[in-house]
């Protein structure tokens, strides 16, 4: 069975913490993603990946960063977390078809 | 640029009713289509995809038919249950992006259903 595993469901960090948020994949996928949910929002496309050592922006990447230094697991970091940063994440791989999300991490930043 | 709509919620319906959600969509090229479900607290499940025009794919009692003469993508369930509540969404392929195999999604649709 695929699987998508994110480090955390739930945390709880303060302003100006720098917080790091782990996805691992477990299918050999070459590309993958994080996204953040919002109410009202839908999902928007934070950044990407579509190799090792190899990442995109996406529409919203202001505040965040990205390592991908094993093909399996993709990091996002808040440098310095903020409020507005509170959110739903979510991290997807694809492979040559349809994409596999993790359970998502729900982070709120006080 | 691509995009996809779909139908605003929520959508409330009583158990064992007929369930439509519109999708609409923009590509360039011949992207795939999907459809996602969101339950409560959880991320994003596969329901059902379709990869070519006039295909139609199906799960757990829903289907959705890849019209390209309408850029339509619309998910039926012809008689819903309270565990079908959540929250939908559209997808199509995205390869106009450098890295490709992007997906881009609509809005989310949420479902409600009643016992």
């Known amino acids: 069975d695929v699987k998508v595993t994110q480090s955390s469901r739930y945390l709880v960090k303060r302003t100006g913490e720098k917080v790091f948020l782990e996805c691992v994949q477990d299918?050999?996928?070459?590309?993958m993603f994080w996204y953040r949910q919002d109410p009202g929002l839908g999902l928007r496309l934070i950044y990407f990946?579509?190799?090792?050592?190899?990442?995109e922006k996406g529409d919203i990447p202001e505040g965040y960063s990205v390592s991908r230094e094993k093909k399996e697991r993709f990091s996002l970091i808040l440098e310095s977390a903020s409020t507005n940063q509170t959110s739903m994440y979510l991290c997807?791989?694809?492979?040559?078809?349809?994409?596999?999300f993790g359970q998502g991490t729900r982070l709120t930043v006080v | 640029g691509n995009s996809v709509t779909q139908m605003e919620g929520p959508v409330t319906l009583s158990e064992e009713a007929f369930l439509t959600i519109n999708c609409t969509y923009t590509?360039?090229?011949?992207?795939?289509l999907f459809w996602y479900v969101q339950y409560p607290g959880e991320g994003l499940q596969l329901l059902l995809k379709?990869?070519?025009?006039?295909d139609k794919g199906s799960n757990k009692g829903f289907e959705a038919t890849y019209r390209k003469e309408t850029t339509s993508f619309h998910l039926e369930k012809g008689s819903v249950q309270v565990s079908d509540s959540a929250v939908y969404f559209c997808?199509?392929?995205?390869?106009?992006?450098?890295?490709?195999?992007?997906?881009?999604f609509g809005g989310g649709t949420r479902l409600m259903v009643k016992p």
């Open positions: 997807a791989s694809r492979g040559s078809v349809e994409a596999f």
């Open positions: 299918m050999d996928h070459e590309n």
């Open positions: 990946s579509y190799d090792v050592k190899m990442k």
């Open positions: 590509a360039t090229g011949y992207p795939s």
């Open positions: 379709a990869t070519k025009a006039d």
């Open positions: 997808a199509l392929s995205d390869f106009t992006r450098n890295a490709g195999n992007m997906l881009t």
